[in-house]
């Protein structure tokens, strides 16, 4: 890790008053710390989007029915999904894998997808694990093999974003877990619902996360198995790879956070390349965040994942990248210090 106050200078010295550019200077320090370098970069970049399913919808943890991941992905696939939109707008680069969903994968799909189901769909965290110890192994695999794969195209900037119907609940439980957040504060509306969602949800992440508590000392992974998504484990794989290979590791909304919470669990010291794009409206995602020490860049009120968060925050990353390597240093252009 570079030290910050190398950067301060970097940035003291450059032809502006000096913290001139309040906010942004911050985070073009956490910028370049986080890619060891005065000149980090930001392009080419790509967002690798997880897909799977989830038992707990059964149990009514959603408004929607799980056929809708199906549908979504899909529409990813076609270039219509949110995400699409995005990311050609921010041109980012993106990549969909299949780690688990329930229904049939597409047919005929473009190369920027991979089929890569551990299983198809999670059982019920309401009923017992989610998954098993194997299973979580399986997943953070290919999670990591998505980050080494972009960290081998020479992108230094990654996002994780993420499609599950139901994802919200785990979501929540892992936070519950492992932020030290109280499970009823953890649960919110996902992708929408009215206040009976809200109750049955409660009451499922609450007896979720007693049940797997108890694991939580002797066995970390079995109790984070426990109450995971496929998708989940897989963007905490790509996490621990991506930091370990020196990339910056923009973080989107409450669902990716619980992915990063279970990197920093399984891989102590991955926090260091986060950079939270956004404060989700979903309830618990401050505390996760803080369970990071990440400040979000935006409070905008989004609550969608896919990646949308950290894509609408990418320009500010641009921004600073650019302040970091194009601005000429203050004696360079003749003047001298006042402030
Ligand atoms: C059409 C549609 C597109 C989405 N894109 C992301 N999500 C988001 O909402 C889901 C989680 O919310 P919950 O836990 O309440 O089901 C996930 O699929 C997440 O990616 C979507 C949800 C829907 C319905
Ligand atoms: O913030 C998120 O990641 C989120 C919120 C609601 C639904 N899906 C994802």
């Known amino acids: 890790m570079m030290d910050e106050a190398r950067i301060w200078a970097h940035l003291d010295g450059l032809a502006k008053p000096r913290r001139s550019l309040g906010r942004l200077e911050r985070l073009a320090v956490d910028l370049a710390r986080s890619q060891g370098r005065l000149d980090p970069v930001t392009q080419p970049r790509r967002l690798v989007l997880f897909a799977g399913d989830h038992g707990c919808v059964v149990d009514g943890c959603s408004a929607w029915p799980q056929a809708v991941t199906g549908l979504m992905v899909a529409a990813i696939c076609a270039g219509r999904a949110t995400s699409n939109a995005l990311a050609a707008a921010q041109r980012c680069a993106l990549r969909l894998v299949d780690v688990g969903m329930a229904t049939p994968p597409p047919r005929a799909p473009p190369a920027f997808f991979r089929a890569a189901r551990v299983a198809s769909g999670t059982a019920s965290l309401a009923h017992g694990p989610a998954m098993d110890e194997s299973q979580f192994a399986a997943a953070w695999a290919i ?9 081998g195209a020479g992108c ?25 957040c109280d499970p009823e504060a953890a649960v919110g509306l996902g992708a929408g619902g009215d206040a009976a969602l809200l109750d049955r949800k409660r009451a499922i992440v609450s007896a979720a996360v007693a049940a797997a508590r ?13 109450l995971a998504g496929f998708e989940i484990v897989a963007m905490a794989g790509f996490f621990a790879a991506g930091a370990a290979g020196g990339a910056t590791l923009l973080l989107d ?8 919470l279970i990197a920093e669990r399984c891989a102590p010291g991955t926090r260091a390349a986060f950079l939270a794009a956004h404060r989700s409206a979903e309830p618990g995602h401050g505390a996760a965040l803080a369970r990071l020490g990440l400040a979000p860049l935006l409070d905008w009120e989004m609550r969608l994942g896919e990646g949308s968060g950290a894509l609408v925050a990418l320009p500010l990353l641009d921004s600073a990248a650019a302040l970091l390597r194009d601005v000429a240093p203050l004696e360079a252009i003749g003047a001298g210090r006042a402030d």
């Open 143 to 151: 999670g990591a093999e998505e980050a080494e794969a972009a960290l």
């Open 156 to 180: 230094r900037l990654l996002i994780a974003g993420e499609m599950g119907i139901g994802n919200t609940t785990p979501a929540a439980c892992l936070t519950a877990l492992l932020a030290g």
């Open 214 to 226: 108890p694991l939580l000392a002797t066995r970390p992974r079995a109790a984070i198995a426990a």
């Open 253 to 260: 909304g409450y669902v990716a956070t619980a992915g990063a």
